[in-house]
């Protein structure tokens, strides 16, 4: 295959990286000397580059719990799950897998998008909250929201009543287990990490790149823990 190059970013751009780790076909010494990646592909798919991130930054979708007694017996399990990123962008298949507490008597489950998400800002279909399903022998609760828009927000509620033995004010969030959360959201960028420029050569020559580089931001161990 012929060499690839990708171009750096500005200076003003770049991101310290943790544990960056490149493919052995990148040509290390001279992207160490220009930070331009060269390199000759090998067949089939491969990884690249793979990086971490150790500074702090804002997901792309956040969730707030809230926690609401309802009377002795009862108990209001309430998560917002909020997009942050732009309106012209949606994240597909958001999926949360929520763990009740073993100790709850019964579980009914209840989706709403929230008012006055901003979404697709009225354009397009009615946004929808999705569907919540309740395994009864684990207790664990799947929702899928199958299109999420940017700037859009969508709760669930969990409606829970509590044996005789357990008081609803003594519950805590931290009686709920961590909230596990998938998606895909295409043309967006965490860490802003992004391929400026794309070079095929052949030779002593040079050919146009493909016309599409998509990025894409994959969901694989993002954990929201309550305390």
Known sequence: PPPARAAPPQ???????????????VRWEEASRSAVFTFFAPDGEF????????ASFRPPILVHPFLEAQGARGLDYVLRVRAEFP?????ANVHLSIPLPS?????SLETAAAPGGAGD???????????AELDRR???????????PGGCEVIIRAK????????????????FGPVRVGFELPMHLVSGVHIKFLDLLHGGGKSAPAKWIRNVTQAQSYVARWT
């Not at 309106?87 to 994240?91: E, F, H, R, S």
């Not at 829970?160 to 519950?171: D, G, T």
């Open 87 to 91: 309106a012209d962008k949606a994240a």
């Open 11 to 25: 200076p003003s751009q770049c991101l310290p990286l943790d544990d960056c780790c490149m493919h052995e076909c």
């Open 103 to 107: 100790f709850a008597a019964s579980v």
């Open 138 to 148: 684990t207790l664990v609760a799947g929702w899928l929201i199958p299109r999420m």
């Open 121 to 131: 800002g009225g354009k397009g279909p009615q946004l929808s909250a999705g569907k």
């Open 47 to 54: 990884t690249l580059l793979t990086y971490r991130i150790g």
């Open 160 to 175: 829970i009543l509590l044996p005789p033995h357990v008081e609803a004010q003594s519950v805590e969030l931290g009686d």
